[in-house]
């Protein structure tokens, strides 16, 4: 009775948690939409979708979220290949720095193309500032690493022997990865593609800096109907096609995540890799490699997607308001801006983060832990099964559902008692955590997975209880994932922007707000301290994981 109620506890505690500051919220403003005088009304779907501009908006959402996609496997596969199967000196570093743009703001991977492609930007040239391909660019350079470090973790561990017979019966290398590998890796593949198509359907802050109204998501649609016209019945209405194209991701990278996961129980462990192989001599004439073609590919995306962005983010912080260059942008972030542009300087914005992002980790952490540790169950039975596989699929829900929702929810339900939290510092928090916890479940869930059951079935054996069999178990490998949890919980509530530029006070504005408000403000003064505020933000985020992928485990590389 007591195990009962233990595991009991460890999953209502998250479950209350979400019932209140996920779906109530969410389905008050959804209802707020559908109800009128007090009768259910579903005339608004009709309504919404009579008008040319919701057709629109859905077509370009589904567009940028195929093509991201879509660029987003066919290079991120070759990386994977080269950081992953091949040795080399520095590809530690290499991998460091392919996993930086995913753990970025999109706030700030938006001011970094439009300081790389508006004019007088390194590809200024091009004139792709404000274009549907800007907005593309932006999400393959956010996207990359999910791809790289999915499939690679599951090409580090393929057994390579299938392909060297492929390769002893006179296959060309091309012919054994397409026969041999690419089925093999077809489930992390998937997988992968499903995760990116999810995060390229609900960009928000890259779509609003690069594109604004004209290249709009239905993200970024729910955003302009809320603050803008107050149309409560269309957020609505969008909100629900929103969650069906979640739900729909959810449940393909679900179904891929799991033969993933059966297809790496009949491999190694073992770090199959061999030297990178970029020229070879036959007849004492050389010739390209095998490896030659994926070498270039990736050391072009690392370069040029991912290395000029931040380069030219970088540059232009360092170009001061009267064409000059110097540290004069970094210098006012200790002001309010030209004509007072803020209420609070930059710095005072920054240590209002730091402070918000700590208590949002530490809330994401304890739900998401709690999750996995339920989730990591494998019980005899069926019906048993079901619910732990349930569980696991409604926690992932926050990752797809807008931010702007969750955030406006907030605003109408937590506004009276028994939960008046409008004037409360933990307000924000709690919104950012909501939107962390599917990550910690992701970064902590592989590692409590790997643990062999027989050694819990072994203690229990010994006549461990519960509680002991957890601590002394389960603790060890819990505590060599949390490392790589805690940081990608700091990092997404460092750089959450949807639901905090509902809820953030005025007098204490986060950084991703504050660099927002500097870019919506005439005047170079203004641009320029976004810019170096950017630049801040990318450099806090970035130090933060780079601490945290030091304590990664093999196991904990799902995300």
Same mark, same amino acid.
């Given at each position: 009775?007591?195990?009962?109620?233990?595991?009991?506890?460890?999953?209502? @505690?998250?479950?209350?948690?979400?019932?209140?500051?996920?779906?109530?919220?969410?389905?008050?403003?959804?209802?707020?939409?559908?109800? !009128?005088?007090?009768?259910?009304?579903?005339?608004?779907?009709?309504?919404?979708?009579?008008?040319?501009?919701?057709?629109?908006?859905?077509?370009?959402?589904?567009?940028?979220?195929?093509?991201?996609?879509?660029?987003?496997?066919?290079?991120?596969? =070759?990386?994977?290949?080269?950081?992953?199967?091949?040795?080399?000196?520095?590809?530690?570093?290499?991998?460091?720095? !392919?996993?930086?743009?995913? @753990? #970025?703001?999109?706030?700030?991977?938006?001011?970094?193309?439009?300081?790389?492609?508006?004019?007088?930007?390194?590809?200024?040239?091009?004139?792709?500032?404000?274009?549907?391909? $800007?907005?593309?660019?932006?999400?393959?350079?956010?996207?990359?690493?999910?791809?790289?470090?999915?499939?690679?973790?599951?090409?580090?561990?393929?057994?390579?022997?299938?392909?060297? +017979?492929?390769?002893?019966?006179?296959?060309?290398?091309?012919?054994?990865? @397409?026969?041999?590998?690419?089925?093999?890796?077809? =489930?992390?593949?998937?997988?992968?593609?499903?995760?990116?198509?999810?995060?390229?359907?609900?960009?928000?802050?890259?779509?609003?800096?690069?594109?604004?109204?004209?290249?709009?998501?239905?993200?970024?649609?729910?955003?302009?109907?809320?603050?803008?016209?107050?149309?409560?019945?269309? +957020?609505?209405?969008?909100?629900?096609?929103?969650?069906?194209?979640?739900?729909?991701?959810?449940?393909?990278?679900?179904?891929?995540?799991?033969?993933?996961?059966?297809?790496?129980?009949?491999?190694?462990?073992?770090?199959?890799?061999? *030297?990178?192989?970029?020229?070879?001599?036959?007849?004492?004439?050389?010739?390209?490699?095998?490896?030659?073609?994926? +070498?270039?590919?990736?050391?072009?995306?690392?370069?040029?997607?991912?290395?000029?962005?931040?380069?030219?983010?970088?540059?232009?912080?360092?170009?001061?308001?009267?064409?000059?260059?110097?540290?004069?942008?970094?210098?006012?972030?200790?002001?309010?801006?030209?004509?007072?542009?803020?209420?609070?300087?930059?710095?005072?914005?920054?240590?209002?983060?730091?402070?918000? $992002?700590?208590?949002?980790?530490?809330? $994401?952490?304890?739900?998401?832990?709690?999750?996995?540790?339920?989730?990591?169950?494998?019980?005899?039975? *069926?019906?048993?099964?079901?619910?732990?596989?349930?569980?696991?699929?409604?926690?992932?829900?926050?990752?797809?559902?807008?931010? /702007?929702? !969750?955030?406006?929810?907030?605003?109408?339900?937590?506004?009276? &008692?028994?939960?008046? #939290?409008?004037?409360?510092?933990?307000? /924000? &928090?709690?919104?950012?955590?909501?939107?962390?916890? =599917?990550?910690?479940?992701?970064?902590?869930?592989?590692?409590?997975?790997?643990?062999? =059951?027989?050694?819990?079935?072994?203690?229990?054996? #010994?006549?461990?209880?519960?509680?002991?069999?957890? +601590?002394?178990?389960?603790? &060890?490998?819990?505590?060599?994932?949390?490392?790589?949890?805690?940081?990608?919980?700091?990092?997404?509530?460092?750089?959450?922007?949807?639901?905090?530029?509902?809820?953030?006070?005025?007098?204490? &504005?986060?950084?991703?707000?504050?660099?927002?408000?500097?870019?919506?403000?005439?005047?170079?003064?203004?641009?320029?301290?976004?810019?170096?505020?950017?630049?801040?933000?990318?450099?806090?985020?970035?130090?933060?994981?780079?601490?945290?992928?030091?304590?990664?485990?093999?196991?904990?590389?799902?995300?």
């Amino acid at each position: 009775m007591a195990r009962r109620l233990g595991w009991a506890f460890a999953a209502g @505690v998250p479950l209350a948690f979400l019932a209140v500051f996920f779906a109530w919220p969410v389905l008050a403003l959804v209802g707020r939409g559908f109800v !009128v005088d007090g009768a259910l009304d579903l005339g608004g779907f009709a309504e919404v979708f009579a008008r040319p501009r919701t057709w629109r908006i859905l077509g370009l959402t589904l567009a940028q979220a195929a093509l991201g996609t879509a660029f987003s496997v066919l290079l991120g596969v =070759p990386g994977a290949y080269v950081l992953y199967r091949c040795r080399f000196r520095g590809r530690g570093v290499v991998r460091a720095l !392919v996993t930086v743009p995913f @753990v #970025l703001p999109t706030v700030v991977v938006g001011v970094a193309f439009r300081a790389l492609l508006a004019e007088g930007g390194l590809l200024g040239f091009l004139g792709l500032d404000g274009t549907f391909t $800007a907005i593309v660019l932006a999400l393959v350079f956010f996207n990359y690493a999910v791809v790289v470090r999915t499939v690679g973790g599951m090409w580090a561990r393929l057994d390579p022997r299938a392909e060297q +017979a492929a390769r002893a019966l006179g296959a060309s290398p091309g012919r054994a990865f @397409v026969t041999v590998t690419l089925p093999a890796l077809t =489930p992390a593949i998937a997988s992968a593609a499903s995760i990116v198509f999810l995060f390229c359907a609900t960009a928000f802050g890259v779509v609003l800096v690069l594109g604004g109204l004209r290249f709009g998501t239905i993200e970024t649609e729910i955003w302009v109907q809320t603050t803008q016209f107050l149309d409560l019945r269309a +957020a609505a209405v969008l909100s629900v096609v929103q969650l069906v194209v979640v739900a729909s991701a959810l449940a393909v990278a679900g179904r891929a995540r799991r033969s993933r996961e059966r297809a790496l129980q009949l491999r190694t462990d073992a770090d199959a890799g061999r *030297r990178l192989s970029l020229v070879v001599r036959r007849g004492g004439a050389p010739r390209p490699g095998p490896d030659l073609a994926p +070498a270039v590919v990736t050391a072009a995306v690392v370069v040029g997607l991912l290395g000029l962005p931040l380069a030219g983010l970088v540059a232009r912080s360092l170009r001061t308001p009267d064409g000059g260059w110097g540290l004069t942008n970094y210098a006012n972030l200790g002001t309010t801006g030209g004509d007072n542009a803020l209420t609070v300087t930059v710095w005072e914005a920054t240590a209002n983060s730091l402070r918000v $992002a700590v208590d949002a980790t530490v809330i $994401a952490v304890v739900v998401g832990t709690l999750v996995a540790l339920v989730v990591s169950r494998r019980p005899r039975a *069926r019906a048993a099964r079901r619910a732990v596989g349930l569980l696991d699929a409604v926690f992932m829900l926050p990752l797809g559902v807008s931010a /702007v929702t !969750v955030g406006f929810g907030f605003l109408i339900t937590l506004n009276r &008692p028994p939960l008046d #939290l409008r004037s409360s510092l933990i307000l /924000v &928090p709690i919104a950012q955590a909501v939107v962390a916890i =599917p990550m910690v479940v992701r970064t902590v869930l592989p590692v409590l997975r790997a643990i062999d =059951p027989r050694l819990r079935q072994a203690a229990a054996s #010994l006549g461990a209880s519960p509680g002991r069999v957890l +601590a002394t178990v389960d603790g &060890p490998f819990l505590v060599r994932g949390l490392g790589l949890a805690i940081g990608f919980a700091f990092a997404v509530s460092l750089g959450e922007f949807g639901a905090t530029s509902f809820l953030s006070r005025p007098d204490r &504005p986060t950084l991703p707000v504050v660099i927002f408000r500097l870019i919506g403000r005439p005047g170079a003064e203004n641009y320029g301290m976004a810019m170096a505020a950017a630049v801040l933000l990318a450099a806090l985020t970035a130090t933060v994981m780079g601490v945290a992928e030091r304590l990664r485990t093999k196991e904990a590389s799902e995300w």
